[in-house]
Antibody
Framework: QVTLKESGPVLVKPTETLTLTCTVS??????????VSWIRQPPGKALEWLAH???????SYSTSLKSRLTISKDTSKSQVVLTMTNMDPVDTATYYC????????????WGQGTLVTVSS | DIQMTQSPSSVSASVGDRVTITCRAS??????LAWYQQKPGKAPKLLIY???SLQSGVPSRFSGSGSGTDFTLTISSLQPEDFATYYC??????????FGQGTKVEIK
């Protein structure tokens, strides 16, 4: 059974760095052709893709947020970590991690999401 | 970046109705398109990938079509559990993968 679960702070202050962890089970992060993305959704708004890491450790980022994002993984812990620097209230959103279907950009399994609020 | 535009933004329909949602890409994406269903407070669920391939476990009343820039999601006979928001997503041009703004299917 494939599962993903996000964890991290529920509240961060403006200018702080956000660190979110996605813990996966039911598949290995070292499996060929598997990848994990981070996707966010501000309250009442649409989904926004943020970053992706492939099984070979190749990484890719949103063009508009690239300077603020870092994605990494620890295969032994089955975890994918996203850091986002210089948080702002507009970054308030539910953050999801999701598994990509093979090497394709389709997301077949999602975590439950974690709401992060940016406020002083 | 490729922009994805869905229409309508919302649709009111009754149980048993046929519902069609369209998604237009700002440039050609071949058949690299997915559709997701999202219910309030829940994560999105993959319905259709590669424009017309039904994800395992998804009811056959859902279907997708299109290629290039214009795509359609059709629900052949709307069921009570289908009231939700639907998103399209392009997987052709990366990075970034991009989503549409969503279409809310509401009870009439």
């Amino acid at each position: 059974q494939v599962t993903l679960k996000e964890s991290g702070p529920v509240l961060v202050k403006p200018t702080e760095t956000l660190t979110l962890t996605c813990t996966v089970s039911g598949f290995s992060l070292s499996n060929a052709r598997m990848g994990v993305s981070w996707i966010r959704q501000p309250p009442g708004k649409a989904l926004e893709w943020l970053a992706h890491i492939f099984s070979n450790d190749e990484k890719s980022y949103s063009t508009s947020l690239k300077s603020r994002l870092t994605i990494s993984k620890d295969t032994s812990k089955s975890q994918v970590v996203l850091t986002m620097t210089n948080m702002d209230p507009v970054d308030t959103a539910t953050y999801y991690c999701a598994r990509s279907l093979g090497e394709l950009g389709y997301f077949d399994y999602w975590g439950q999401g974690t709401l992060v609020t940016v406020s002083s | 970046d490729i922009q994805m535009t869905q229409s309508p933004s919302s649709v009111s329909a009754s149980v048993g109705d046929r519902v069609t949602i369209t998604c237009r890409a700002s440039q050609g994406i071949s058949s690299w398109l997915a559709w997701y269903q999202q219910k309030p407070g829940k994560a999105p669920k993959l319905l259709i990938y590669a424009a017309s391939s039904l994800q395992s476990g998804v009811p056959s009343r859902f279907s997708g079509s299109g290629s290039g820039t214009d795509f359609t999601l059709t629900i052949s006979s709307l069921q009570p559990e289908d009231f939700a928001t639907y998103y399209c997503q392009q997987a052709n041009s990366f990075p970034p993968w991009t989503f549409g703004q969503g279409t809310k299917v509401e009870i009439k």
